[in-house]
C-alpha cells in the first residue's frame, strides 16, 4: 500500500510539472493573500481572495469551499476530481478557475453563470465537449482547453467577446469555427495537435492573431 500511494504521489508530481511546464501565463493577482489550507480559510472566510488547493488528492469538489464567498481565484489543479457541481455558479465573484490536470469527463452548464470569470483553465482532463453555456462568460480573456479529446466546440463562441487567449492544442477538433474571426480581441489561438485539414479563412486575414496549427493536415493557405 505503501509503494503504490508513493507511485500516486510520483505520478501527479509528474503531470503537474508537464502541465505547469507549458501553461499559459495569465492574470496576475498578487495582491491577494494566497490560502493553501481550506480549514485556515474557512476560519477567515471574508478575507479568502486566494485558494490553491493544487495536489491535495481530492477526489471530490469540498462543498465547503461554496462558504468562501468572496473568492476571486480558485486553484484545484493536479487533483483527482471527476466532476465540478452545478452550485459553483454560486461562486459569483471569481475571476480565476484552474482545473488543471483533474478528472474531468464534462463541465456543469451552470459554470456559464459565474459572468466574471475571466481566466478558465480546464486543460489536461478527459472532456469531449464544452457546455454551450461557456459562452455566457463574456468577460473571459482566457480559455485554457489543451490536452482534452473535443471534437467540436459550441456554437455562438462569438459571444466570448474579450477573448484574448484560446487554447485548444491536443484535443481531436476537425474544423474551427469561422464565428472565432468575430473576437476582435483574440491574439493567441493555439490549436497545435488536433486533427484539421483547414481553417476558416477569416482567421487568416486578422493580422493581430497568431495561430500555431503544428501537427494539423493544413495546407499553407488553407
Do not use: C
Not at 28 to 45: F, W
Not at 78 to 107: K, M, R
Amino acid at each position: 500500500m505503501i509503494f503504490k500511494k508513493r507511485i500516486t504521489v510520483l505520478l501527479l508530481l509528474f503531470v503537474h510539472t508537464i502541465y505547469s511546464q507549458t501553461k499559459w501565463q495569465g492574470l496576475t493577482y498578487s495582491a491577494y493573500p494566497v490560502y493553501t489550507d481550506l480549514t485556515a480559510a474557512l476560519n477567515e472566510a471574508d478575507k479568502v481572495f486566494y485558494l490553491n488547493l493544487t495536489g491535495k488528492f481530492l477526489m471530490e469538489f469540498p462543498s465547503n469551499i461554496l462558504k468562501l464567498t468572496n473568492l476571486r481565484v480558485l486553484v484545484l489543479d493536479s487533483n483527482q476530481l471527476p466532476e465540478i457541481p452545478a452550485s459553483i455558479s454560486s461562486l459569483t465573484n471569481l475571476e480565476t478557475l484552474s482545473l488543471s490536470a483533474n478528472q474531468l469527463t464534462a463541465l456543469p452548464s451552470d459554470l456559464g453563470r459565474v459572468i466574471r470569470l475571466k481566466e478558465l483553465r480546464i486543460d489536461h482532463n478527459y472532456l469531449q465537449f464544452l457546455p454551450a453555456e461557456i459562452t455566457n462568460l463574456v468577460n473571459l480573456e482566457l480559455l485554457d482547453a489543451s490536452g482534452n479529446v473535443i471534437e467540436d466546440l459550441p456554437k455562438q463562441m462569438n459571444k466570448l467577446s474579450s477573448l484574448k487567449y484560446l487554447n485548444l492544442s491536443n484535443n481531436q477538433l476537425v474544423k474551427i469555427p469561422t464565428e472565432l474571426a468575430m473576437l476582435k480581441h483574440l491574439v493567441k489561438l493555439d490549436a497545435k495537435y488536433n486533427q484539421l485539414t483547414s481553417i476558416p479563412e477569416e482567421l487568416r486575414a486578422i493580422e493581430i492573431l497568431k495561430i500555431n496549427l503544428e501537427g494539423n493536415q493544413v495546407p499553407p493557405g488553407k
